[in-house]
């Protein structure tokens, strides 16, 4: 891995003028929009970058965008990668990890997941303080690199706090309805069954997705301070379950997208 990462990050490198980002940010599906808030100076697709995973999904655009955003250098992931691609968890994380040596102090990670909670509403948002891992496998399973991270990192505050108050008190003064709770991240592609949903808020879930664990290990990894939010798209938690599509999803997502991206850029700025 220290090989291919030291050759993309010198691609990188040389493609950006060695542009110095302070704060790398993921966004996932249906809310890629934020880069319309970033002040753009290099736009690098996946496909021509070494060592970087494509993404397969046609609603995401596979883009690593570098600019300026609220006065701060950001490096945005237009568009995740997920396991059920049929990645291995050391590539979808691989991104992270070239954010990190291109010099990024924190991480902000976007997600589309389902309410398991009855007094989180489809439309609201929810600040991750603490998840659930049911992905097959980690991130961090063989061979370990001490120059990246410790062989058993500690995950007892997977996210920041402080980042997390912050982002609390600008919904608040901005009346945008945003909770706390706990992500659980499963493989997919399937979304869940009736039985599934009442599972996974029976051992303590509040919303659900495919994504955003493996990147927040590898970032508690490398010691890069996280905050992740999720913007719920569907409920799960109704006796009548109905069946959701993607369309839905990414309807909802984008008509939730501008107060995540208030909330996030205004995050930003604090830092």
Request: proline letters at 6%.
């Amino acid at each position: 891995m220290f090989q291919a990462l030291h050759e993309t990050v010198e691609y990188i490198k040389r493609k950006t003028s060695n542009f110095q980002p302070e704060v790398g940010i993921v966004l996932g599906t249906g809310l890629g929009n934020l880069v319309n808030e970033i002040d753009i100076e290099y736009n690098l697709m996946y496909a021509n970058i070494p060592n970087f995973p494509i993404s397969t999904l046609e609603f995401h655009s596979g883009k690593l965008i570098f600019g300026t955003l609220k006065g701060k250098k950001v490096v945005a992931m237009q568009g995740r990668l997920h396991y059920y691609e049929g990645y291995s968890m050391q590539q979808i994380t691989f991104p992270i990890r070239v954010m990190k040596a291109l010099g990024i102090h924190c991480l902000f990670v976007s997600n589309a997941a389902g309410s398991l909670n009855p007094a989180f509403k489809k439309g609201d948002l929810m600040v991750i303080n603490d998840h659930i891992n049911l992905q097959p496998e980690s991130p961090l399973r063989g061979h370990n690199d001490a120059d990246l991270g410790p062989r058993f990192p500690d995950m007892s505050q997977p996210y920041s706090r402080m980042l997390i108050e912050r982002a609390m008190t600008i919904a608040h003064e901005q009346k945008i309805s945003c909770h706390q709770g706990v992500y659980v991240s499963v493989t997919g592609p399937n979304l869940e069954t009736k039985a599934e949903y009442k599972y996974l808020g029976i051992i303590g879930g509040d919303a659900v997705g495919m994504s955003t664990v493996p990147e927040v290990i590898v970032a508690n990894h490398m010691q890069v301070p996280v905050f992740a939010i999720s913007v719920l798209t569907d409920e799960g938690f109704t006796e009548q379950l109905k069946p959701v599509s993607l369309e839905e999803i990414l309807e909802t997502a984008k008509a939730a997208e501008p107060k995540m991206t208030k909330i996030l850029s205004q995050l930003i700025e604090t830092l």
